[in-house]
């Protein structure tokens, strides 16, 4: 199994900024596609970004593009989601999951509170 943990969720003004992290506890970190996933009050979950494990290529929901972005750092294990310019309907719980290739999420975080105040 592979566990993940997020960190870096918080309250923050409109305007501001996050850095949400994800740590896996697999060595073999490196070749796992990752994503970022939202699920907000009322809503369905929705994945908001991934990385892809063959050859780094990035996807966005459009309703982040230019404001967030989704990076790796595998010798540590861990990938990132830095958001900017926060909006108050980008406050939702954030899940970080992790699959063999894009689309197919296989393990999950337990996911970490943004909340973005007007």
């Known amino acids: 199994q592979v566990q993940l943990v997020e960190s870096g969720g918080g309250l923050v003004q409109a305007g501001g900024s996050l850095r949400l992290s994800c740590t896996a506890s697999k060595r073999t970190f490196s070749t796992y596609a990752m994503g970022w996933f939202r699920q907000a009050p009322g809503k369905e979950r929705e994945i908001v970004a991934s990385?892809?494990?063959?050859?780094?290529?990035?996807s966005y929901v459009d309703a982040v593009k230019g404001r967030f972005t989704i990076s790796r750092d595998n010798a540590k294990n861990t990938n990132f989601l830095h958001m900017n310019s926060l909006k108050p309907e980008d406050t939702a719980v954030y899940y970080c999951a992790a699959g063999i290739k894009a689309g197919i999420w296989n393990y999950w975080g337990q996911g970490t509170q943004v909340t973005v105040s007007s």
């Open positions: 990385i892809r494990e063959s050859d780094g290529y990035t």
